[in-house]
């Protein structure tokens, strides 16, 4: 690997010239090549280099590992002004003609379909009101450029940029701090490089939900963090890999230590509850869940019990349910004894209480009509930032002092240990928001670390709509993300819209960030091959067990199926994506496998691998996997994971025949 500086600009590559040349940094429109170079302590391994512009300083700290092909480049901004410096526009990459992104074969514009890049947008965009499941994940580049990590999806914020089918080398770029800053990306083929390829690669940081970062005189900030890689002969799958281990070295997430790596968690929304629940209904499938499902040790329940809902001609009800007393914020008619009776009714079963709160403010509550200078505003001013509801904002002191007495009510008061957190993500993300002050990144950041307070290391943190796409950085102090749509009845259209647009997250370890949530296991009254679909993929991708649906009608067979599932829990593990259509066409996986760990309760009890196959169509279908591709051998022993049933494999490879809607789960021993 070759690094170099020069005159404001960094170049990093290989031999063969795969990599990133004359890439400069921006602030305000001054670029690096502008600057005067104050101190200069570059090898060829990285180091520092300081600089001095207009009002400011730089200092751009660069560090290679050659045995990775990485390099980490972090960017320091210092105000050397007597008066404020606002950031109007913060920005590296191709900023001038001469920057490129490099791939060793020669390229003419008949071959551009071959260059391609895939993220996480390329299967989901969120911006409200409009959501769609997007495809492929490995996409063409476009000419007009697209950008991208900066919709109200919680992307995972890392992309790859590929010049060939085979994924010979692979340009990996990714954000390593999410502090103050949000970091997105533009990329396409037209612009002002003169190079043969993309002609526009560049990493903007946004202070988002504000209308501008102001760096008070001779303070300093971390712009950014971001992470450089080659990565060569490797799969889209595992190309972001060790991006995900160069953030272990910086943060600390949830995942690793999760509860839920191990036990389960009971919801009461889906599968024909939803808001009718009372404090007879709760402690009663408590009981149920508490003598059946010994390992499914959260009970969690969900959105109907506040005060307000079905109020003031609306049928929901967020925070505002709280005002102006917290500790009253529940329907006393439901629960005429009281939420903290309830919690320590489900704790005497031996389980831990969960909750369901939501931030947003209804405009026809009295919160809103009192307190109008609590709620959060757009750019414009106006408090309506979804439909009919706002949220709090939480520069506001009195806004602020509020938020918290009512995360002391449920956590410290009721005695709850565990919050399912909804309808939160536009609060910090939806781009036309605004905070009085502090970026919306500071206030996520604030909001969810006020509840781990509360909650301590061994509570049960989950996020909610909007569903994340994985996004690291949340898991900070949250266990769990909501990945797709809620599962409702458990249909099949349900189904399918449930999982789609979660290809991205289920590649992603969530024992190295934090556990993705498929929403509820159940079964409704569906047919039993798509029941056992809903299943098979919720145990497969490796995240959170949730289940749901009225226990107390259980039967001793459906307890069973659960009970099997909780047994048999090692989650937040690798998962594999086995066919490529999965990548190039729509995402909806056909194969799935999990290889577990020598040091997991799986590997332990001599399990070694569980391969799922899924049949998405409405026609029988024979799915074939090759043992080379599975990493299997004649040795190993297959068998159905329900019936137990022996497998043989003739040949070199698997084979399996689905009835529509259907799939089958397989142990290999």
Known sequence: ?????????????????????????????????????????????????????????????FTTDAAASSLVVSRTITNTED???????VSDGILSADGEICFDEPFSPIDYYKLRYFHSSNIKTEKFPRFRVEHPYVKCIPYDAVHFNHDEANHFPVFGVTADRDYVCTLVQGDLNQVQFERSWELGLDGISESK???TYKGIQRFTLSNGFSLAAGERVEVSRVFYQLKYDTHPQYAF???????????????????MLREGVFCTWNYGT?????????????????????????????????????????????????????VEGYDKEKFPNGMKIVADGIRDLGLKPCIWLSPKVYLSSPLAKEKPEWLQKDKDGSVRIIGQSSFLDLSHPEAREFYLK????????????????????????????????????????????????????????????????GNPFPGLNADSYRCGFDIHDGTWSEQVRACSGTLAQTMIKGKDTFLLN????????????????????????QGILEFGGKLEEHTPE??????????????????????????TGEPLPEILQVRYEDDGPMKQAGVKQHIAFFNWSNESKLITLSLDKAQLSAKEQLSDFWSHESITVNGQYLCVELAPRSSQLIEVK
């Not at 008066?83 to 526009?89: A, G, N, R, W, Y």
């Not at 459906?558 to 990548?583: E, S, Y």
Request: charged content about 20%; aromatic content about 16%; proline content about 2%.
């Open 274 to 326: 939803f808001g009718n629940i009372t404090e007879d209904l709760i402690l009663n499938r408590a009981k149920a869940m508490a003598e059946n499902m010994p390992n499914c040790t959260h009970f969690l329940i969900d959105d109907g019990y506040q005060a307000l809902r079905n109020s003031y001609n609306n049928p929901n009800a967020g925070i505002d349910s709280f005002y102006p007393v917290p």
């Open 406 to 469: 009512v995360l002391d009510a449920l956590f410290v008061q009721w005695g709850f240990e565990g919050v399912k957190y909804d309808f939160m993500t536009q609060w910090f993300l939806k781009e036309d928001s605004r905070f009085g002050h502090k970026s919306g990144i500071e206030w996520r950041d604030f909001a969810f670390s006020e509840i781990r307070k509360r909650i301590g290391d061994e509570g049960f943190f989950m996020t909610c709509i909007a569903f994340s796409a």
């Open 558 to 583: 459906q307890f069973t199926i659960f009970n099997k599932l909780l047994t048999n829990a090692d989650r937040g593990n690798k998962v594999h994506v086995l066919d490529d259509k999965a990548f």
């Open 1 to 61: 690997m070759q690094f170099t500086y020069e005159l404001g600009s960094f170049s990093f590559f290989d031999t063969s010239g795969h990599g990133w040349k004359n890439f400069q940094f921006e602030l305000n429109g001054q670029l690096s090549s502008s600057y005067t170079e104050l101190e200069n302590k570059i090898t060829s391994t990285g180091g520092t280099v300081k600089l001095a512009g207009q009002g400011v300083n730089e200092t751009i700290h």
């Open 197 to 199: 390829l993309a002609k």
């Open 83 to 89: 008066s404020p410096l606002v950031f109007k526009s």
């Open 518 to 541: 498929m929403d509820s296991l159940g079964f409704g009254d569906n047919p039993e091959n798509e029941q056992f679909f809903r299943l098979n993929w919720c145990y497969i991708t």
């Open 241 to 259: 890999d060790d991006y995900v281990a160069k953030l272990n070295q910086h943060h600390n997430f949830q995942g690793k230590n999760s509860k």
